[in-house]
Every structure is written in C-alpha cells, then in structure tokens.
C-alpha cells in the first residue's frame, strides 16, 4: 500500500488488528475504533498509511505495521508442500502459524515434498515473483546424495547442459562439485520441475537427499534447525539476487 493511496478503514483494521474483515466491520460500527484519536464508525471511511489506529483506548497501532511485507528464510523439513494448501500433505506455510495473517505468506518457489533446506516465504508478491522468474538466472544451490559414486565425468556432462527423457528441452548448464564418491553440490539457474534429481538420472544415478543451501548469496542459516525460519534483513534480501 503506497502512502500517497488510501484504503477502506475496516481493511486497515483487519490487517493491523489480526482480525477478519466482518469482524472489523462490527467493531468499527461500535465505535470501538479511532483514527488519529478520532472515532470513526464508518467501515468504509478512507485512511492512509501515515495514519494511526486505536482499538478500545487501548491497542495502538500505525496503519503501516499492519501492511508491511515480511519475508523469511524458512529451513523447510522433509514430508512437507511449497503449496498454499493441500488435502493430503503438510503445507510449508502451516510453519508460520504463531505469525499474524500467515494465511497471507507463499512460497517463493517450490523445493519438492522430500527436499529439505532454504525456502523463502513471504507476504511481497513482487519479491516472490522476482526470486522465481527463469529470466532472472538466480543461482540456487543444492546439496544431494547419491546412490553410487558421482563420476567425474558428470561434472563435464552437467556443464554441457543434459536433455532428460521426459523432458522436451535440454537443461541449461548447471555447476556439478564432487564433495565425497557420493556428495555433490550442484547449481543450477531455472529451478525446473525435479530439475536436480533428473540431471543425476541423466547420468545414471539417484538422488537419495537433497537439501538447497543457498539462493544467490544468501545461504541458509546454519542455526535454523529444520522447520525452524527467521525474518530476513534488508541487506540479507539484496543478497537472493546478487
């Protein structure tokens, strides 16, 4: 919400308040809501940002608290879906209860339901929209296990760019690090579907673990035990894209 636009009041105290719109319709109509220490009881008066909110004398709050973006770094456990909801499975999001509005926050992007490690979860569409874009060629960064020696001959065969059977287009060139016979750390830019797994099935192996370590510069935080996030600092932000 920019400053200079303005929005409906019962919108304004839903977000600043934790509460559903009826609800801030009704207390709205009760009189048990101010702006600037003025009751107002007209759900569909106009507030901007740089306004302040009362509720019941008590509970002040800048309308800016209640619309401003959050984004967090969240290390995402196995068993669980990079979906806003999902009938059979564990939503990432459902991580986030404790935090106001979490219905609101999305994954920025999708690690598959047995993948682990660095996940972005954030209110800013915009934001999300830029880490996922495929123009954007965001490194991320993956570590996997396999079922048998890496060779060494993979590490040439994943820069040339493979083609999957089930994929119609070749994979873009992608960074291969042999660590141990069976621990590689791969790179990759377009974040395609199972993208990881079916570069090691292009030469002959399975991914038995994969955790992502790091987008951009960011890396994950090596105190965040799994399901366990934190919000991200400004700077820490700059970094997804550097």
């Given at each position: 919400m920019?400053?200079k636009k303005k929005a409906?009041?019962?919108?304004c105290v839903?977000?600043v308040?934790?509460v559903?719109?009826?609800q801030?319709?009704?207390?709205?109509k009760?009189g048990?809501v101010?702006v600037d220490d003025k009751?107002?009881?007209?759900?569909?008066?106009?507030?901007?940002?740089e306004?302040k909110?009362?509720l019941d004398?008590e509970y002040?709050?800048?309308v800016a608290?209640g619309f401003a973006?959050r984004?967090?770094?969240?290390?995402?456990p196995?068993?669980?879906?990079?979906a806003d909801?999902?009938k059979?499975h564990?939503?990432?999001?459902?991580?986030?209860n404790?935090?106001?509005?979490?219905e609101?926050?999305?994954?920025?992007?999708?690690l598959d339901?047995?993948?682990t490690?660095?996940?972005?979860v954030?209110?800013?569409?915009?934001?999300?929209?830029e880490?996922?874009s495929?123009k954007?060629?965001i490194?991320?960064v993956?570590?996997?296990?396999?079922?048998?020696?890496?060779?060494l001959?993979?590490?040439?065969?994943?820069?040339?760019g493979?083609?999957?059977?089930?994929e119609?287009?070749?994979y873009?060139?992608?960074i291969l690090e042999i660590?141990?016979?069976?621990?590689?750390?791969?790179t990759?830019?377009?974040g395609?579907?199972h993208?990881v797994?079916?570069?090691?099935e292009?030469?002959?192996?399975?991914v038995?673990?994969?955790k992502?370590v790091?987008?951009g510069?960011?890396?994950?935080?090596e105190d965040?035990?799994?399901?366990?996030y934190?919000?991200?600092?400004?700077e820490?932000?700059e970094?997804?894209?550097?």
């Amino acid at each position: 919400m920019d400053k200079k636009k303005k929005a409906r009041l019962d919108k304004c105290v839903a977000h600043v308040f934790d509460v559903t719109r009826n609800q801030a319709f009704s207390l709205i109509k009760n009189g048990r809501v101010s702006v600037d220490d003025k009751i107002i009881c007209d759900p569909a008066f106009k507030i901007s940002l740089e306004q302040k909110l009362c509720l019941d004398d008590e509970y002040e709050a800048e309308v800016a608290e209640g619309f401003a973006t959050r984004v967090f770094m969240l290390n995402k456990p196995s068993d669980y879906v990079c979906a806003d909801r999902d009938k059979r499975h564990l939503v990432a999001v459902s991580l986030f209860n404790a935090e106001p509005r979490y219905e609101s926050l999305h994954c920025a992007g999708r690690l598959d339901i047995d993948t682990t490690g660095l996940l972005i979860v954030s209110d800013d569409g915009n934001l999300i929209h830029e880490i996922t874009s495929p123009k954007k060629d965001i490194p991320k960064v993956y570590l996997a296990v396999t079922d048998d020696d890496i060779p060494l001959s993979a590490i040439k065969a994943f820069a040339s760019g493979l083609k999957h059977k089930e994929e119609s287009r070749r994979y873009k060139s992608a960074i291969l690090e042999i660590l141990e016979p069976r621990l590689g750390r791969v790179t990759v830019t377009e974040g395609r579907f199972h993208e990881v797994k079916r570069l090691f099935e292009c030469v002959g192996l399975n991914v038995l673990e994969l955790k992502r370590v790091a987008i951009g510069a960011l890396s994950l935080d090596e105190d965040l035990q799994e399901g366990e996030y934190r919000a991200l600092s400004a700077e820490e932000i700059e970094k997804l894209f550097a």
